[in-house]
């Protein structure tokens, strides 16, 4: 028997639950707004697309109460402001930080084995804040945005090539913002077939750029940031921690030295299992891609430096 629980049953939050539940990635989902009715009723909106899309997932909805999230084996955190038009991820960090702190304590006093994915934003000062103000192993802690970053780029070389995304192979590493997020372009093949075969300098760079700003191109069209692909990114980091398929997915994790960094999360290659994080894929980079990972650090531990400053 699995147990997940989703915290913040808002656009992101319920997304993802949607899709947990669908494609039964778990025996029992919990979801958990602090909104009045609010989570039962995406849960029971959830629950009866199930003869439709014919599901077994036992989904209940709770406001507030995390004896309901007992037992969990893995908790995704979504709660939290999402972005508006002209905002930074960087500018949530104020609410945000209060909310994760709040919802992780109230999480482990329930769940204190339970592996953690961090959705809000800033996510990789969010997934920082969690390691350690929760004193959990690292390897439980999981920030989930470079999953989501790589489906975008993914997404933009897919109408560069005019293909299916699902023969693209592409990642994107370092921090989720979007000066901080690196297009791993010189990697990116067409079924193993490098993408400068088919592609120019310019539009690989373009497409470099798009995704960059992926997701603040959404905010600006939707008027609050995007819920779809976070929340299904969301829901592939489950699977695989619950199906322990020890798939290799770009997420932001703990450094204890790994590509030159240390006491910073931040997005890397890892094998995720039954375990959270198993292993970093600590592969070289070039000069230019080490030197934008660094910078993407800086800016990163400048985030984290806000925290300080904070009543926490
Ligand atoms: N405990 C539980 N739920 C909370 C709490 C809390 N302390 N504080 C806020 N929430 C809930 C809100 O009631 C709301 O339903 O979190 C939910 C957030 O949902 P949305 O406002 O729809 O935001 P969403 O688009 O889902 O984004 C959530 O994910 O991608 C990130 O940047 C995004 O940080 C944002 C988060």
């Known amino acids: ?31 958990l707004d602090i909104k009045e009715g609010f989570a039962e009723g995406k849960a029971l909106d959830i629950y009866q697309t199930s003869s439709l899309l014919d599901f077994k997932t036992q989904i209940t909805g709770t406001t507030g109460d995390y004896s309901k999230t007992a037992n969990s084996d893995v908790v995704v955190i979504t709660s939290g402001l999402p972005r508006k038009p002209g905002m930074t991820r960087e500018e949530l960090i104020g609410t945000n ?16 084995n339970a592996i953690i994915i961090v959705i809000s934003n800033p996510m990789d000062t969010m997934t920082y804040l969690t390691l350690k103000s ?4 690292k390897h439980k802690i999981i920030g989930m945005g470079g999953i989501l970053d790589s489906a975008r780029f993914k997404g933009y070389l897919g109408l560069a090539l005019n293909s299916r995304t699902a023969d693209i192979q592409g990642t994107v590493i370092g921090g989720h913002g979007d000066t901080t997020m690196i297009p791993l372009t010189r990697l990116a093949t067409l079924n193993g077939v490098p993408i400068s075969q088919f592609l120019s300098d310019d539009q690989i760079k373009q497409v470099s750029a798009d995704t960059m700003v992926g997701g603040a191109t959404l905010t600006k069209l939707l008027g609050t940031s995007a819920w779809y692909a976070p929340g299904a990114a969301g829901a592939l980091l489950v699977e695989s921690i619950v199906r322990d398929q020890k798939r290799i997915m770009p997420c932001c994790v703990s450094l204890d030295g790994e590509y030159g960094q240390k ?8 094998v995720i299992g039954k375990n959270g994080w198993e292993k970093i894929v600590d592969f070289k980079l070039n000069n230019e891609e ?3 990972f660094n910078k993407s650090a800086d800016a990163v531990r400048n985030m984290n430096d806000v925290l300080a400053t904070l009543n926490l």
Not at 4 to 26: F, K, P
Not at 101 to 107: C, F, I, Y
Not at 263 to 270: A, K, N, S
């Open 1 to 31: 028997m699995t147990k997940v629980s989703v915290i913040g049953a808002g656009a992101v939050g319920a997304t993802c639950a949607d899709v947990i539940s669908y494609r039964q990635l778990t025996d029992e989902l919990v979801l």
């Open 97 to 112: 930080a209060n909310i994760v702190k709040n919802v992780t304590e109230n999480v482990l006093k329930h769940s204190p």
């Open 134 to 137: 929760s004193g959990l192993d």
């Open 263 to 270: 006491d910073i999360c931040m997005g890397v290659p890892v």
């Open 290 to 292: 080490q030197e934008l």
